[in-house]
């Protein structure tokens, strides 16, 4: 990716509330995680075996979350996939063999958002919000082989931090494992842009993004009771945002039927910049 990419995706990233947990329990392992599944995500995409499975190795003891990405280097090679997956879960299943750790039971289960599941959804929504548009639309971009692999890199982790906020109470934390793959997808989204002559609204996308990022996400200027006009401009900021994201998507919808037909076979594979 291009250094603007790169910079974009980093910045719809931290544009969403999801990281404030981190700095309210810097004693928990999430950071680490995170660069764990940031590793793996990068092993993927760079072909690269070793730091894929020494970093799912060492994800796993930190986050078990770390698991739910293992699976997708059997789309790369079956035997592979077969060896990092049986020696994370032999990691794991070691790990969780320490009586000390405790164990999630029935009771521990969220049966409240069983039960409200419109409410659930609404939850899961607001942890990335707007975010979702470029996550989404920006793996939809990829071509060939990194559609497959990305989007897999996607799909599995959001199912299983589905599965854990059953468990969890702080659903936000849950949903943070997509962080990188978010990242890479924005950062798509904005190199279709580029690539494309809109830079002016990559750069419509930055000043956006950094307005909401001071409106949306609570920080030390404002606090969690934002003074500069409340829940209204808060709605504001996130609609504007979200609006935004949809039109950047439309505006690279030649790229999006292209990448669709060569999927389908219509076109010719093409190299991808990534």
């Not at 049986?86 to 299943?93: C, D, E, G, K, R």
């Not at 059953?166 to 962080?179: E, K, N, V, Y």
């Not at 419509?204 to 609570?218: A, D, E, K, R």
Request: proline share 4%; net charge positive; glycine share 8%.
């Amino acid at each position: 990716m291009t250094p603007i990419a790169s910079i974009g995706g980093l910045l719809i990233l931290f544009a969403s509330p999801w990281h404030l947990y981190v700095y309210h329990n810097p004693y928990l392992t999430d950071a680490f995680g995170l660069a764990a599944l940031s590793l793996m995500l990068f092993g993927i995409v760079r072909n690269s075996f070793l730091m894929f499975a020494i970093a799912a190795i060492i994800g796993v003891l930190a986050r078990e979350t770390c698991i739910f990405l293992v699976p997708v280097w059997f789309l790369k090679n079956r035997r592979q996939g077969m060896l990092v997956a049986s020696t994370t879960i032999s990691s794991l299943l070691i790990l969780r063999s320490d009586p000390t750790l405790g164990s999630a039971s029935l009771d521990a289960l969220q049966w409240d958002r069983l039960l409200h599941p419109v409410r659930f959804a609404t939850e899961i929504a607001l942890s990335w919000r707007h975010a979702w548009i470029y996550a989404i639309a920006g793996v939809y971009l990829f071509r060939d082989k990194q559609y497959i692999e990305l989007g897999a890199a996607f799909l599995l982790p959001f199912f299983g931090a589905l599965l854990t906020s059953l468990i969890a109470t702080d659903l936000g934390r849950m949903f943070a494992i997509l962080s990188p793959i978010v990242a890479v997808a924005a950062g798509r989204i904005f190199l279709e842009l580029s690539e494309s002559g809109y830079s002016y609204v990559v750069y419509l996308l930055v000043g956006m993004s950094l307005v909401g990022s001071l409106l949306i996400v609570p920080n030390s200027i404002f606090g969690e009771e934002i003074v500069l006009g409340g829940r209204a401009m808060k709605l504001t900021a996130f609609l504007g945002n979200a609006a935004l994201g949809i039109c950047a998507t439309l505006l690279v919808r030649e790229n999006v039927r292209a990448a669709w037909k060569q999927r389908m076979g219509v076109l010719p594979a093409v190299s991808c910049k990534c």
